[in-house]
């Protein structure tokens, strides 16, 4: 379901995830910048970290006295989520 923006938010996961599969069945894994069976572990070995960034500057953030300090642990991960959204945009 697309959001009013338009964008479907699991897109980039699906991407990501189906991207070695999807080159294995075409059959051009010498065209692939990466390894198809790299694609996904790399796409969740930064994609893992970045979520739990997020969710614990969330839980910082309810306590009012460390609400800066979650929102800095926050925008890290979410930065840290940004390339590899790109990347697996780009996929």
Avoid: W
Avoid at 48 to 64: E, N, W
Avoid at 73 to 79: E, P, Q, S, T
Wanted: glycine share 12%; with cysteine.
């Amino acid at each position: 379901m697309a959001s009013e923006s338009g964008i479907y938010p699991y897109k980039p996961n699906t991407i990501g995830a189906l991207y070695g599969r999807l080159v294995l069945f075409v059959g051009s894994v010498e065209a692939s910048i990466i390894p198809p069976k790299y694609v996904t572990k790399i796409f969740l070995c930064g994609d893992v970290p970045a979520f739990f960034l997020q969710a614990d500057g969330g839980g910082i953030m309810s306590q009012v006295s460390m609400s800066s300090l979650g929102h800095k642990i926050m925008l890290i991960g979410l930065f840290v989520q940004l390339p590899l959204t790109g990347y697996s945009n780009r996929a």
